[in-house]
């Protein structure tokens, strides 16, 4: 299998640089994932995929699933592509052509900055429209264009509605590849040109480097293939440099120069003087590098204009902050400020599962593990019935479930028909409820005994718990309401025998339980609410992103709320649900400390209220600061 | 009381609660896209918000937190609701709503999951607990 015209790395590639483009904090989630993902050289197919029982990196078996098919049919492609053509063909590079449908209709600069905003490593090359007003641009990195293939109607046109659509295919390059050795040869005089100290890269009359000239190799800067492989090389390694000369490389067509534009951002002093550059439209492919100084003297454009104050407006209309022209100090233009770079509604972050009060979050993790562990497995109708009748307050508990897929690209089909058909005949969507109204009654089951029967007989299930978002929404004294949701498989494909080479077909749910204290740290459920949706790959690559980037930002500790609601919050956050008593209990306690300490009641309830109503704590501390304790703490009352 | 009454009972509680949630979540959502200086009126006092993980507490803070969120349009593909039985908590008539659907926030298309516990002030509902999460 050749391998010459693949992006290094290989299929696993794919899932990576997602991942990484996020931030790669899935491993936060699990360890065992980085060293999965840092083996590089493994080969995108090597080793039978670990399916069902081992299950803790489902979820890039799952992304790497789709995206490795992907790739075997690239690799397919890619060959034809070049098979297929002449000696011209043979090389050519095979990269990503995206195809933004109707694209002429947005503003380009809006939609790449939208597009970034969703990939970090977004860095379009030759973005053209062709006659049908698409747009079309090349990405290099198949990762990036993966990223971009998920994304897919995402973006909304605010003025139209329109959701943006890209097409990602697999086409050849329209310059030809240069040689290994030609490439090292640029990078060892990009290298030799850069200057550390002052971040400028000299890239003055290239061709003309002594290195290239005892080779006897002619890498002109006017070559596209050259220019690309200089500017990947700026990428790789000086993206942060705050000037750049290309002066006398006679460039005239700055397509590929462009390119400078998503990857060298800081560039202040840009240096094209003696070139070819002979109209605005050019230049103008220049836009969006913040220069303040600019050498443009030599090129034909210079001689073009009447007058100086035409050549300066010509200048500014690209670059307008310039304010030193061909060594002559200039005015810059006053510009308006861009109302949609103001940010008054900001998007706050994304963050992971909120868990409410101290010791909630251990309480509730145990509840939902214990609770799947009952609910799954192929043993699901006799656990369900046997272990879980238990979980459910006897008389008060209600269930409810409710299927209804989330939408997406066309009608999205649940993948077990048979488990569908089972959840549709309970499903309680009031947005459908002309269709089971005259079966209400069944539609909420009541107690216990009913809810733990009825669970019975849902398919069985096969829950990832790694893929579980879990958010506590509100904790009283007497109640606690939290949201789990994740990605599960049921039917037969929960069973682990059904064609293991199989990545696991799985569908989203949501499932909202309240529950009421039961005993020392123990709970138990008075509502139950489970919604499921089918869930199409692409989707699950962007859960997946959800969750990375959710990771990389820490939980919130304590909620948000001013000082006039401190009581509230003291209530809600400080203690809890379990070890919260009522005021009466907690006059009762005092008291009891009173008794044992000989402490005021008014110390010994402040003791108590710093210990989260903790009497065993309460006692313990007081052993401990004994000899801290004020003596007036101890006064006798008359 | 006997079983079919138990019943009967069940059937109207549940058609009652079916019509007030879906004016409820109409109401909600068309506030959210539209009416974002009015939303604060829908969230009790002691009102709690979780969304995206970012913990409110305060009806007013809820209210000022949502105010500063970006545009938005929502779309509904599913609502559950339940009221819990009389008495199973302190809260009085909780309903508890699940919705799931597509939210446009900042030109970006996500599902999201959102849950409200609600309860009724003065014979009105408001909503006691809100926790909204996107699914991507």
């Known amino acids: 299998m050749s391998r010459n015209y693949r992006p290094q790395g290989g299929g696993r590639m794919d899932a990576k640089q997602i991942s990484r483009n996020r931030g790669n904090r899935y491993v936060a989630l699990d360890p065992d994932i980085r060293s999965n993902y840092d083996d590089d050289d493994e080969p995108p197919t090597g080793g039978p995929p670990r399916r069902g029982h081992g299950g803790r990196n489902f979820l890039d078996r799952i992304t790497g699933g789709v995206l490795n098919r992907r790739f075997d049919r690239n690799e397919h492609r890619d060959r034809q592509l070049v098979d297929s053509g002449s000696g011209f063909a043979k090389n050519a590079e095979v990269i990503n052509k995206i195809r933004v449908k109707e694209g002429k209709k947005y503003d380009q600069t809006w939609l790449f900055k939208q597009i970034s905003h969703q990939i970090e490593d977004f860095k379009p090359l030759l973005p053209t429209y062709n006659g049908r007003g698409d747009l079309e641009f090349f990405i290099k990195s198949s990762d990036t264009a993966d990223a971009i293939r998920t994304i897919s109607r995402r973006i909304v046109h605010r003025g139209s509605g329109d959701r943006i659509v890209f097409n990602v295919e697999r086409a050849t390059a329209p310059w030809q590849k240069l040689k290994r050795n030609e490439i090292d040869a640029i990078n060892k005089v990009v290298d030799s040109r850069y200057n550390p100290e002052i971040h400028a890269l000299d890239l003055k009359e290239f061709a003309m480097d002594?290195?290239?000239?005892?080779?006897?190799?002619?890498?002109?800067?006017?070559?596209?293939?050259?220019?690309?492989?200089?500017?990947?090389?700026i990428d790789e390694k000086y993206g942060a440099i705050a000037a750049l000369n290309l002066s006398g490389n006679r460039l005239k067509i700055l397509d590929y120069a462009a390119h400078l534009t998503s990857v060298a951002k800081f560039v202040k002093v840009l240096d094209i003087s003696h070139n070819q550059i002979d109209s605005v439209e050019q230049l103008r492919k220049l836009h969006g590098l913040p220069i303040s100084t600019l050498f443009l003297e030599g090129n034909p454009i210079c001689e073009s204009v009447n007058s100086a104050t035409q050549y300066l407006s010509i200048v500014h209309d690209v670059f307008p902050k310039c304010s030193a022209l061909d060594g002559n100090p200039v005015q810059p233009v006053a510009t308006l400020p861009d109302l949609d770079e103001i940010e008054l509604h900001k998007e706050p972050i994304l963050r992971p599962g909120y868990y409410g009060p101290r010791g909630a979050r251990e309480m509730i993790e145990r509840f939902v593990m214990e609770y799947f562990e009952s609910y799954d497995g192929e043993g699901g109708a006799v656990t369900r019935m046997r272990n879980l009748v238990a979980a459910y307050e006897e008389q008060k508990s209600q269930f409810t479930l409710a299927i209804m897929s989330l939408k997406d690209v066309g009608y999205v089909r649940y993948k077990d028909q048979t488990s569908h058909d089972i959840y549709i005949r309970q499903s309680h969507n009031i947005l459908r409820e002309d269709v089971w109204a005259r079966y209400r009654s069944q539609r909420t089951v009541r107690g216990a005994t009913a809810i733990a029967f009825a669970l019975s007989k849902l398919p069985i299930t096969k829950h990832y718990q790694e893929s579980f978002m879990v958010d506590v929404s509100l904790v009283t004294t007497q109640l606690m309401a939290f949201t789990v949701q994740g990605l599960f498989e049921d039917g037969t494909i929960a069973k682990p025998e059904v064609n293991p080479e199989d990545v696991p077909t799985l569908n989203f749910f949501s499932r909202t339980f309240v529950v009421a204290p039961r005993g020392e740290g123990a709970m138990v459920i008075v509502s139950d609410m489970l919604y499921i949706s089918a869930i199409l790959p692409a989707r699950l690559a962007r859960y997946k992103i959800m969750l990375n980037k959710a990771a990389t930002n820490p939980p919130c500790e304590q909620p948000l709320a001013s000082t006039s609601t401190t009581s509230r919050t003291n209530e809600v956050t400080a203690t809890?649900?379990?070890?919260?008593?009522?005021?009466?209990?907690?006059?009762?306690?005092?008291?009891?400390?009173?008794?044992e300490t000989g402490m005021l009641p008014v110390w010994s309830e402040k003791c108590l209220s710093d210990q989260d109503w903790n009497m065993d704590r309460a006692r313990q501390v007081f052993q401990e600061k004994r000899g801290m304790i004020p003596p007036e703490a101890f006064a006798v009352q008359l | 009381m006997t079983a079919s009454k138990d019943v009967e009972d069940f059937v109207k509680l549940d058609e009652d609660m079916c019509r007030d949630v879906k004016r409820f979540v109409d109401l909600f959502y068309d506030a959210m896209d539209r009416k974002r200086d009015k939303i604060g009126f829908l969230y009790t006092e002691d009102a709690t918000l979780v969304w995206n993980g970012n913990a409110i507490e305060g009806g007013e803070n809820v209210a000022k937190f949502i105010s500063q969120l970006p545009e938005t349009k929502h779309e509904l593909v599913c609502v559950d609701a339940q009221r819990l039985p009389e008495g199973a908590v302190e809260i009085p008539k909780a309903t508890i709503v699940v919705t799931t659907g597509d939210v446009i926030i900042k030109g970006i298309n996500h599902a999201f999951t959102q849950t409200f516990a609600l309860t009724v002030e003065d014979e009105k509902y408001k909503i006691r607990s809100d926790r909204f999460r996107y699914v991507d």
């Not at chain 1, 890498?219 to 500017?231: A, D, E, F, Q, W």
């Open chain 1, 210 to 233: 002594k290195y290239f000239l005892d080779q006897d190799m002619h890498m002109m800067l006017n070559k596209n293939n050259v220019m690309l492989t200089v500017i990947d090389r």
């Open chain 1, 576 to 595: 809890g649900f379990t070890n919260e008593p009522s005021l009466e209990m907690k006059r009762e306690m005092a008291l009891q400390l009173s008794r």
